[in-house]
Nanobody, 121 residues
């Protein structure tokens, strides 16, 4: 079994900061790309940022310059530092990871349970 456990969400005022963490655990051989997505009520889930195993990053345009994704491969953990938060950043944030469970096995995408981020105006 593989689990992704997120933490760090909460309530913050506009202009504030939050740091999300997501740790993968269980039967893991390797973790490839990791990322953060978010979903607001009535909207589709959207990519926030992603990072490859060698630290190549990709951001949604509205997050560039405000959010920073990073990872610790030794801990199978991905982070999302969110600065200058806006009310429109309010959403449930989900962690995603591409995980290989055996040396010659396939890669599967796993999701965390989500963590609520609420930004008040």
């Amino acid at each position: 079994q593989v689990q992704l456990v997120e933490s760090g969400g909460g309530l913050v005022q506009a202009g504030g900061s939050l740091r999300l963490s997501c740790a993968a655990s269980g039967r893991i051989f390797s973790v490839n790309a990791m990322g953060w997505y978010r979903q607001s009520p009535g909207k589709q889930r959207e990519l926030v940022a992603s990072i490859t195993r060698d630290d190549s990053t990709n951001y949604a345009d509205s997050m560039k310059g405000r959010f920073t994704i990073s990872r610790d491969n030794a801990k199978n953990t991905v982070y999302l530092q969110m600065n200058s938060l806006k009310p429109e950043d309010t959403a449930v944030y989900y962690c995603n990871a591409e995980i290989r469970r055996a040396p010659m096995g396939p890669t599967f995408a796993y999701w965390g349970q989500g963590t609520q981020v609420t930004v008040s105006s």
